[in-house]
């Protein structure tokens, strides 16, 4: 089992910046990636970004050139830096864990509120 809680949410003014973190509890040995994704209200499920414990990593290809995904050395928490917000990107954020294996393990989801 992987617990995962996010943190670093809130309103923020149309063109400021966040950072979510999201820390991973557990059988966190199993861990291969972790990521996120975001939803809000109405729409499916839209991937943001991931990082493989590789060192490699994602961002979906509209969001690449604000946000950027990272790892903490030591800490098995993973940071979501998002810049130049506006309110599109207005949604309930979820991290989300892979391990060596078919489970995938997700957090409550936390709100991202972009006021214009």
């Known amino acids: 089992q992987i617990h995962l809680v996010e943190s670093g949410g809130g309103t923020v003014q149309a063109g400021g910046s966040l950072r979510l973190s999201c820390m991973a509890s557990g059988r966190t040995f199993s861990l291969h990636a972790m990521g996120w994704f975001r939803q809000a209200p109405g729409k499916e499920r839209e991937f943001v970004a991931r990082?493989?414990?590789?060192?490699?990593?994602t961002v979906a290809d509209s969001m690449k050139d604000r946000f950027s995904i990272s790892r903490e050395i030591g800490k098995d928490t993973i940071y979501l830096e998002m810049n130049t917000l506006n309110s599109e990107d207005t949604a309930v954020y979820y991290c989300?864990?892979?391990?060596?294996?078919?489970?995938?393990?997700w957090g409550q989801g936390i709100q991202v509120t972009v006021s214009s």
């Open positions: 990082i493989w414990w590789g060192g490699s990593s």
């Open positions: 989300v864990a892979n391990e060596y294996g078919p489970n995938e393990y």
